[in-house]
């Protein structure tokens, strides 16, 4: 499937997101290589409709995120916002950018972002909304807004400090130096670092292993972990005690105990 209408790169290389469900674990691939996976409008479409598929399917218990090519995302495509008339910027936020932040944190299933070259700009940004970010060794992270006179946006300001802390956010932030895999692992902006040409198996590995878990914990945990910077001990503590009512209460942790006791692996069903 492709655009007709689309520019050059997504008619040349099919469709511009590409999604592939497979054993429970569903593949997002941002499709534009030639561009370095720049976000035009079709393509925002796309994903937004592709993160809707996602969110419908209970068959899915884990997503990866990531972009084909040797970038995973080099933001606002800016040849598109050259275009005569091109949407309003608050437009193009408010219509696209913010809901697809907004549907990453909203699925109840864990996103990995596999972050196989530079993630500058609003792709950035994408890979920060996820839950987990593991990186190719070639992989950088760069917040190209400044230069381009521009600020961080699609959530980069509220979730960046929250990753690596106020002081590296605002390096990041003000100066828009490229930062490498290695650093981002070391400020824990990512959790692993591979070879590139080890990552996608790695991040199918990572995503395996969630959807082998118990989906109603794994996404009460996710929510527990999202709002983590945003309520105060004993509000967290509640809302602990909530999840694990319910969790407590699913037919899959009484298939955990007995998996232990049985020592075998345990068979979780959902729903
Ligand atoms: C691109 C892009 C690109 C189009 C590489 N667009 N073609 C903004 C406005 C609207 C609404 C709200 O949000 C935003 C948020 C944003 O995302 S603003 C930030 C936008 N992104 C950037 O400023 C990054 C621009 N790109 C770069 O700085 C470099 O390309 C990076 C550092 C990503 C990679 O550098 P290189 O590895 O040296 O690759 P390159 O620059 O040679 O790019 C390869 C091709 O990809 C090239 O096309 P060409 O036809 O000349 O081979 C670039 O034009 C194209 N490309 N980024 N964002």
């Given at each position: 499937?492709s655009?007709p209408?689309?520019?050059?790169?997504?008619?040349?290389?099919?469709p511009?997101?590409?999604?592939?469900?497979?054993?429970g674990?569903?593949?997002i691939?941002?499709?534009?290589?030639?561009?370095?996976?720049?976000?035009?409008?079709?393509?925002?479409e796309?994903l937004?409709?592709?993160l809707?598929?996602v969110?419908a399917?209970a068959?899915?218990?884990?997503?990866?995120?990531?972009?084909?090519?040797?970038?995973?995302?080099?933001?606002?495509?800016?040849?598109?916002?050259?275009a005569p008339?091109p949407p309003?910027?608050?437009?193009?936020l408010r219509?696209?950018?913010?809901?697809?932040?907004?549907a990453?944190?909203?699925l109840p299933?864990?996103?990995?972002?596999a972050?196989?070259?530079?993630?500058a700009?609003?792709?950035?940004?994408?890979?920060?909304?996820?839950d987990?970010r593991?990186?190719?060794?070639?992989?950088?992270?760069?917040?190209?807004?400044?230069?381009?006179?521009?600020?961080?946006?699609?959530g980069a300001?509220?979730?960046?400090?929250?990753?690596?802390?106020?002081?590296?956010?605002?390096?990041?932030?003000?100066?828009?130096?490229?930062?490498?895999?290695?650093?981002?692992?070391?400020?824990?902006?990512v959790?692993?670092?591979?070879?590139a040409?080890?990552?996608a198996?790695?991040?199918?590995?990572?995503?395996?292993?969630?959807?082998?878990?118990?989906?109603?914990?794994t996404?009460?945990?996710?929510?527990?972990?999202g709002?983590a910077f945003?309520?105060?001990?004993d509000?967290?503590l509640?809302?602990e005690?909530?999840?694990?009512?319910?969790?407590?209460?699913?037919?899959?942790?009484?298939?955990?105990?007995?998996a232990?006791?049985?020592?075998?692996?345990?068979?979780?069903?959902?729903?």
């Open positions: 499937m655009d209408g689309a520019p050059a790169a997504d008619r040349a290389d099919g511009s997101v590409v999604l592939a469900i497979a054993d674990v569903a593949t691939t941002l499709n534009r290589p030639a561009a370095l996976n720049a976000l035009t409008i079709p393509m925002k796309r937004l409709a592709a809707a598929e969110h399917d068959r899915v218990r884990a997503v990866v995120l990531t972009g084909a090519g040797r970038a995973f995302c080099a933001g606002q495509d800016l040849k598109e916002r050259l008339d309003p910027l608050d437009d193009e219509l696209r950018y913010n809901p697809i932040v907004r990453i944190r909203d299933q864990p996103v990995v972002a972050v196989n070259g530079v993630a700009g609003a792709g950035a940004s994408l890979a920060f909304a996820c987990l593991i990186a190719a060794d070639t992989a950088s992270f760069v917040l190209a807004f400044g230069r381009i006179g521009l600020v961080p946006d699609s300001t509220w979730t960046l400090p929250r990753l690596v802390g106020a002081a590296r956010a605002s390096e990041m932030a003000l100066l828009g130096d490229p930062v490498s895999a290695a650093d981002a692992l070391q400020m824990g902006l959790s692993r670092v591979v070879p040409d080890a990552l198996a790695e991040a199918a590995a990572i995503a395996g292993r969630i959807a082998g878990l118990a989906p109603g914990a996404t009460a945990t996710k929510r527990l972990l709002g945003d309520h105060d001990l509000v967290a509640a809302a005690a909530a999840a694990q009512a319910a969790a407590g209460a699913h037919p899959d942790h009484a298939e955990g105990l007995a232990f006791v049985e020592k075998r692996a345990p068979r979780f069903r959902g729903g």
